[in-house]
């Protein structure tokens, strides 16, 4: 089976701050991480992906993960918070070989001006 | 949102009646996906397929069924075997069944009168 925890519900930030939103996986084998953001009544937006390689990925719109593989953690990290991204953030895992993704409960995140 | 519309934005269902939410994509993918959001729950998968005329049941299927006459299109109906069907539902694509990452439609809502 495959999981994600996103331990928080709400991240509050100060704008300019920085922004870390935590994710921690099962999964068996190598994972595929994945981080998308939900704006209010739409879809949700692909922001980055680890496959394989560097632990650090870097996404769009400034976002970048870090891989630990020791801790099973995909953490997603802004170095300077803006207003505008203040949204649901959800992270995801499949296995390798697997093509369902299993997706966190997703963390809101405010920015505060 | 990425070449997947979903329709309508808002759906209202009466009590013992089916409902149909329709999902087209022009972007020739062979995989679509149906999903489930629950305030709180993250996504949820329904139903999924990978090709035209065959589709498999996710985690939530019950109350729920599904067609893929045509590649572009993958409508869910919503039966009156779903008795708690208020919900944001997301439809997805992606380009081969072993997905690097999904595209979404903006969603729909639905709700019961």
């Known amino acids: 089976a495959q999981s994600v925890a996103q331990p928080e519900d709400q991240v509050n930030v100060a704008e300019g701050n920085p922004l870390t939103v935590k994710c921690t996986y099962s999964?068996?084998?190598?994972?595929?991480l994945f981080w998308y953001v939900q704006y209010p009544n739409r879809g949700l937006q692909f922001l980055l992906k680890?496959?394989?390689?560097?632990?650090l990925v870097k996404g769009s719109y400034g976002f970048e993960a870090e891989f630990n593989k020791s801790q099973t953690s995909f953490h997603l990290k802004k170095p300077s918070a803006l207003v505008s991204d203040s949204a649901l953030y959800f992270c995801a895992v499949r296995g390798y070989g697997n093509n369902r993704l299993a997706f966190g409960k997703g963390n809101q995140v405010v920015v505060i001006p | 949102d990425g070449g997947i519309t979903q329709s309508p934005k808002y759906l209202f269902r009466k009590e013992g009646q089916n409902v149909t939410l329709s999902c087209e994509q022009n972007l020739n993918h062979d995989a679509m996906y149906w999903y489930r959001q629950d305030p709180g729950q993250g996504l949820r998968l329904i139903y999924y397929s990978q090709i035209v005329n065959d589709f498999q049941k996710g985690d939530i299927a019950e109350g729920y069924s599904v067609s893929r006459e045509k590649k572009e299109s993958f409508p869910l109906t919503v039966t009156s075997a779903q008795k708690n069907p208020t919900a944001f539902y997301l439809c997805?694509?992606?380009?081969?069944?072993?997905?690097?990452?999904?595209?979404f439609g903006s969603g729909t809502q639905l709700s019961v009168l």
């Open positions: 999964v068996s084998g190598n994972p595929y």
């Open positions: 997805a694509s992606s380009n081969d069944p072993s997905p690097e990452k999904l595209f």
């Open positions: 680890y496959i394989t390689g560097d632990n």
